[in-house]
């Protein structure tokens, strides 16, 4: 019964194709977040989704797509992937407003080559 | 042992010593604030928050401490295990109206039983 699961959790691709990243997660929650972790472990937002409405956009290039087709799923779809689009996604979860923590998937790492 | 998270400093530790991590915080309008716990092959751990108007908060074997004054944070670890040897993220919620968690570059906690 995991809170926030990912799918897949290994995507190996080539340069210029196009790939999708699934979250889901089970805690009732009314936001969705994608984050983006670097091989440094650097951890940043990029796209935030409050009952399926986006409301955080961190200057993430439009190759980058999130659709959320309910509250409880937020996915996200690559195009025209590029080596630096190499790195680990996690996908989170919150209340989106007031003080309390995100909850985060166990992350899919994407290796493009 | 004590340590600042820059580029992924690493803290080593002997077993059982008290464990002290650190991270300067950028936004003075921050409210919020969350530690991160993330083991190899996962996603961020939540370990204990803090919200701006308490300088202290105790959980079990944590402490988190907040300076205001020079925006720091601190996450302490008593008697330190092997399996608390992970990366850990301070974060601080920089609330625009909806939750933004913005993270910190992270330590990486090594234990050596």
């Known amino acids: 019964d995991t809170a926030v699961s990912q799918t897949p959790k290994y995507l190996v691709t080539q340069m210029g194709n196009d790939k999708s990243i699934k979250c889901e997660q089970n805690?009732?929650?009314?936001?969705m977040y994608w984050y983006k972790q670097d091989s440094k472990k650097f951890l940043k937002i990029m796209f935030s989704?409050?009952?399926?409405?986006?409301?955080i956009n961190e200057t993430v290039p439009n190759r980058f797509s999130p659709k959320s087709p309910d509250k409880a799923h937020l996915n996200l779809h690559i195009n025209s992937l590029e080596l630096g689009d190499s790195a680990v996604y996690f996908c989170?979860?919150?209340?989106?407003?007031?003080?309390?923590?995100?909850?985060f998937g166990n992350g899919t790492r994407l290796t493009v080559t | 042992g004590e340590s600042v998270g820059l580029h992924l400093p690493t803290l080593s530790v002997q077993e059982g010593d008290n464990s002290i991590i650190n991270c300067a915080y950028s936004?003075?309008?921050?409210?919020?604030f969350i530690w991160y716990k993330q083991e190899s092959g996962k996603g961020p751990q939540f370990i204990i928050d803090?919200?701006?108007?308490?300088d202290k908060r105790q959980g079990q074997r944590v402490t988190v401490l907040l300076n205001k004054t020079v925006k720091h944070l601190s996450l302490q670890i008593a008697a330190t295990q092997p399996g608390d040897s992970a990366v850990y993220f301070c974060a601080e919620n920089r609330n625009t109206g909806f939750q933004k968690l913005v993270f910190g570059t992270g330590t990486r906690l090594l234990v050596s039983p």
């Open positions: 989704y409050n009952n399926k409405e986006l409301i």
């Open positions: 805690l009732g929650h009314d936001t």
């Open positions: 803090i919200r701006s108007n308490m």
């Open positions: 989170a979860s919150g209340l989106g407003q007031g003080n309390s923590p995100l909850h």
């Open positions: 936004n003075s309008a921050s409210d919020y």
